[in-house]
């Protein structure tokens, strides 16, 4: 860990894009951070899919409970 944080002198960006903020590197944690920052948008839609993935697992026995009670 002694060459922690790995030096980076280019951010490569897509054609077209803004390039992205320059990172944070005064902590490993501000370094993690500044990458969750990155990929908000993949976090944010990976929880809505695993939400809805795992939705019908949770609904189905609570469906058959509701109908054997009655």
Request: overall charge positive; glycine content about 6%; hydrophobic content about 45%.
């Amino acid at each position: 860990m002694q060459n922690f944080p790995p030096p980076v002198s280019v951010f490569h960006t897509l054609p077209g894009e803004t390039p992205t903020s320059a990172p944070d590197l005064s902590s490993p944690m501000r370094f993690l951070l500044w990458h969750l920052r990155q990929q908000a948008p993949v976090i944010a839609s990976a929880t809505l899919v695993g939400i809805l993935w795992q939705l019908p697992l949770t609904v189905g026995p609570w469906l058959v409970g509701r109908a054997v009670d009655r």
